[in-house]
């Protein structure tokens, strides 16, 4: 995944000598290539790895570069007051558009941000304040200890700074707690929230990280070309932006380096090109762009970076490292305390009554059983339980608390975890980092912790806490495959291996057996028992008879929503109406 | 402001504004479809209301160059996946599709162009040459990649937006036309001033509406396509290929979108990166309308028209940004309602 430390030094050598080996021009598009890495880095972040995608970077470049302008050119203020002005303006605007945006489903930010940065764009070019769309020319250089930075040379030692450690902030962030919580954002907020990701905040926090690296780069732009003007930040500034994220590997922190280098020096190599080809300058680049992000997308969906990787010696992300102490445990309700109880419950999907008027309770130590045909209203009681979805009737008690109305991740700081009945992990995270998922709740260093390495004696805690229990579901050996390379019953496995880590009171694990061989059912038959006997409770839907009735102390039936029977395995197996259900009828 | 002047900006917000209505029913149609954000749709506008303009200053023009080109690509793809898949039953038909059809299209520009043929047919001949683009746009870009999430599909548009509006620099150039008005009537109703070529914009815009109203009740296809939107599998599990719904869908969008484009062409100059915006707002109105229903897209459009007209009178400097940071209180809205967590699909 990350180039070896022999790639980076190898990137960090070339970036060194590249001053005085290449020309002028070179420089300066090594400048350009910089400042295109910073806004494509925040882009890699927030639309490769969180599923957010923004067409509309340049607003925020564009607010600090004309932050920056108006300040230094008429106030005479100095550039360094004028960058946390710029950022501080950025990060309002970010958090305005975030809060009215982020929340809605996938196509309809996209659309927003294109209709801001035309909004915006026209602002730009019609503000007197701003030079309207002459812009504002003059702009001082920047000065770092009486050094002047006036030339595309010496502000390159600047930008590439900035870029660098904005790169290794953002590989930071992604091998820690946040992180995992953020590559799950995109394709697995449901099963986030269950384990008490805020993901609405967290998809807020990268969102304004991408702002802040875009805004940033505009202050920068303004102090390297010394003049801004609209045209740097209309809707195609916004969209190449995107497309250096695609090009890259949106996902792969050094993808953005690939992708702003391929098309920073694509377009000027089409500049030289295409006139001497054709004959004639028409801005045949935007063609050719667009006509190659189409045979990428066709050809290479997920970019260059892993191509470019796989060359590298990947390190293993997230591997334990040397021994740390033990996360601290809660203490689990004495046994027999009425743990989670359900009165009359119901839950319509339009007309068809999905639950309805459902009691039952669970005591604590014990496992219940929840069997009925498919279509009975299983998943859904589970989806309820844990928050994923809201009863229409009835109340559902935790510990004598209602838990009706709270959020998910509310529900998951509780201690009910669960697993998915259709697997619901991260496949392109190792085993372990899954597992380590689930321990969220137990650690709380944030997204600035983990890009300054604050976080690392935690991040220990919890990779250790995760790789015990991957072993205790027997899958140790597999601890740093990724996730996606496990067959199905394994991936039920390492379901509950992440739900142990989040340290459950209640347990809800749905159709944990379905895929497993006789001897891993007996296994984790065992493995269930050993739970009970640490006081963990359990609540088990299966449709693996043997399986459930040899293990569960009571058992729960459901027929189309409603319960059918409540009682001993050895009751409910010659209950009539149970046979009745399941067996349409003895006649 | 005076009575006279609001009258005249309403009626103004009204023309405009049913064109957006036309665009912003073709985009739902296209999204509800085939998932796709259709930002190209705008080239459409700017090849139709540009083709018409030098049509009728009798040049031939630059689109049908595109057409050959993309019939030939999109014929290309065809013989690429019959020779892959060793299956030649469909391929006539749609070679003929993809090469005889643009090519017969363009024979008859390039006969017709300098003759200066009359308004109607001018009109005929730029959809005859814009609308299949739509399909052949779909069977290049889209067809490969039907199964991609929203969000691929979406950075695909901005792709191909990206080449056609490229294309339409490099064969339209880069000054604006405006085509000749319809008709040079005006009619007093009463304080108002009708200008004829308003009554054409609105009238069409709702032909239109009626004969998709029709076709989407009454027709096999449009029920078929309306199937598909509701839900893809159910609608392939009875006989109805994805690829003919979108082919079909896009072929809609893009006559829609050339239609608008003959339109607007004699109320403003068009240039070719023009139709990007007008297609735009034909999304603000279907953002406005919600993004799902017909009828609040057309009232949403409506309003966007309004506003823009009403806002050029005020300022008209900041027009655009007031017609674009409309979405916000709608988006303020739908997200202070909505609190579902949803997964996107893989």
Not at chain 1, 32 to 60: D, E, K, P, R, W
Not at chain 1, 419 to 427: A, K, S, Y
Not at chain 2, 116 to 137: C, H, N, R, S
């Amino acid at each position: 995944m990350i180039p070896g430390r022999a790639a980076l030094a190898a990137f960090i050598a070339f970036l060194l000598a590249a001053p005085w080996l290449l020309t002028s021009f070179q420089v300066t598009l090594l400048d350009y290539i910089g400042l295109a890495t910073l806004v494509s880095l925040g882009l890699v972040l927030l639309t490769g790895v969180a599923g957010v995608m923004s067409f509309g970077q340049q607003v925020f470049t564009g607010l600090a570069a004309y932050c920056t302008a108006v300040l230094t050119t008429r106030y005479g203020m100095s550039p360094w007051l004028t960058l946390p002005l710029g950022l501080a303006l950025v990060a309002a605007t970010a958090l305005f558009l975030g809060a009215i945006t982020l929340r809605l489903s996938g196509h309809y930010l996209p659309l927003a941000t294109i209709a801001w940065g035309i909004g915006i764009y026209f602002v730009f070019g019609n503000l007197d304040l701003l030079g309207r769309h002459t812009g504002v020319p003059d702009i001082p250089a920047l000065s770092v200890l009486g050094w002047k930075l006036d030339t595309g040379r010496r502000i390159y030692w600047l930008i590439w700074a900035l870029a660098l450690l904005a790169l290794l902030a953002a590989r930071n962030l992604l091998d820690s707690r946040a992180g995992r919580a953020i590559r799950a954002l995109r394709f697995r907020s449901v099963m986030a929230e269950s384990f008490g990701v805020d993901t609405a905040s967290l998809k807020t926090v990268v969102f304004l990280y991408a702002a802040l690296l875009a805004g940033l780069s505009g202050w920068l732009y303004a102090h390297f070309l010394r003049f801004v003007s609209p045209g740097a930040f209309n809707v195609n500034a916004g969209i190449d932006y995107l497309f250096m994220a695609v090009v890259g590997g949106a996902g792969q922190v050094w993808g953005a380096v690939i992708g702003a280098s391929v098309l920073t020096l694509l377009r000027e190599w089409l500049k030289e090109l295409l006139p001497a080809l054709i004959g004639y300058t028409a801005n045949y680049d935007t063609v050719v762009f667009g006509a190659l992000m189409l045979l990428l997308l066709q050809r290479a969906r997920n970019g260059l970076a892993p191509a470019v990787a796989r060359r590298l010696i990947a390190a293993p992300r997230g591997c334990a490292r040397e021994p740390a102490a033990a996360l601290a445990r809660r203490g689990q309700p004495r046994a027999g305390e009425r743990l989670l109880e359900l009165r009359s419950a119901g839950k319509r999907f339009g007309g068809l009554v999905a639950v309805r008027e459902l009691s039952f309770s669970v005591a604590s130590g014990e496992i219940l059983g929840l069997i009925g045909p498919n279509g009975a209203g299983k998943s859904t009681v589970f989806n309820l339980v844990t928050g994923v979805l809201r009863a229409d009737d009835g109340e559902i008690l935790f510990r004598g608390d209602a838990i009706g109305r709270l959020a998910a991740s509310e529900i998951a700081r509780r201690g009910i975890c669960r697993t998915f009945q259709q697997v619901n992990l991260v496949g392109s995270m190792s085993v372990l980092e899954n597992a380590a998922l689930g321990a969220h709740l137990r650690g709380r260093h944030g997204t600035l912790g983990a890009m300054l390495r604050a976080d690392r004696a935690e991040e220990a805690q919890l990779l250790q806490e995760a790789a015990r229990q991957i072993e205790r579901v027997g899958l140790a050996a597999h601890a740093s495959d990724p996730a996606s390379s496990l067959p199905l019953g394994q991936q039920r496995l390492l379901e509950i291996a992440r739900a142990l880590c989040a340290d459950p009171v209640l347990l809800l694990l749905d159709e944990p057996a379905a895929g497993l061989r006789y001897a891993e059912k007996q296994a984790l038959a065992q493995l269930l028992r050993g739970l009970r006997a640490e006081g963990i409770s359990i609540l088990l839907v299966e449709h693996d008879m043997e399986f459930v009735m040899g293990l569960v102390d009571r058992t729960v039936v459901m027929d189309f929503g409603e319960k059918l029977a409540e009682g001993l395995p050895r009751e409910i197996q010659s209950d009539p109406a149970v046979l009745e259900a399941y067996l349409g009828g003895l006649e | 402001m005076s009575f006279d002047i609001s009258l005249w900006l309403l009626q103004d917000g009204v023309t405009n504004g049913s064109i957006y209505a036309l665009l912003a029913l073709a985009l739902l149609l296209v999204f509800a479809v085939t998932r796709t954000i259709f930002v190209p749709q705008g080239e459409f506008i700017s090849y139709a209301a540009l083709s018409l303009a030098l049509l009728q200053a009798g040049r031939l023009p630059g689109v049908v160059y595109v057409l050959l080109g993309g019939g030939l690509a999109a014929a290309a793809l065809e013989l690429a996946q019959a020779l892959r898949a060793r299956r030649w039953r469909h391929l006539p038909r749609r070679l003929a599709l993809y090469l005889l059809l643009p090519g017969a299209i363009a024979a008859l520009a390039w006969w017709a162009a300098p003759r200066k043929p009359d308004l109607a047919e001018q009109v005929l001949l730029v959809l005859a040459l814009v609308t299949p683009l739509g399909p052949i746009l779909y069977r290049i870009a889209y067809q490969p990649l039907a199964g991609a999430s929203i969000l691929v599909l979406f950075i695909v548009s901005m792709a191909a937006h990206y080449v056609l509006s490229g294309l339409g620099l490099v064969f339209f150039g880069g000054e604006g036309l405006r085509s000749r008005p319809f008709a040079d009537a005006h009619f007093r109703l009463g304080v108002l001033d009708v200008s004829a070529q308003s009554l054409w914009v609105v009238a069409a815009s709702l032909a239109i509406m009626l004969v998709l109203w029709l076709f989407f009740s009454r027709s096999l296809y449009g029920k078929a396509l309306r199937a598909t939107a509701v839900n893809r599998i159910g609608a392939r599990l009875v006989g109805v290929r994805p690829e003919l719904a979108g082919s079909l869908s896009f072929a809609i969008a893009a006559f829609i979108g050339a239609l608008s484009g003959v339109l607007i062409s004699p109320v403003t100059t068009i240039y070719y990166d023009t139709g990007f915006l007008i297609a735009l707002k034909g999304f603000v109105g279907a953002i406005l309308g919600g993004m799902g229903s017909y009828p609040l897209a057309v009232l949403g459009s409506l309003g966007v028209g309004m506003l823009e007209s009403f806002s050029s009178f005020w300022s008209s400097a900041f027009k655009e940004t007031i017609v674009f940071t409309a979405i916000i209180p709608v988006l303020l809205w739908r997200s202070l309602t909505t609190r579902q967590v949803e997964d996107e699909e893989e």
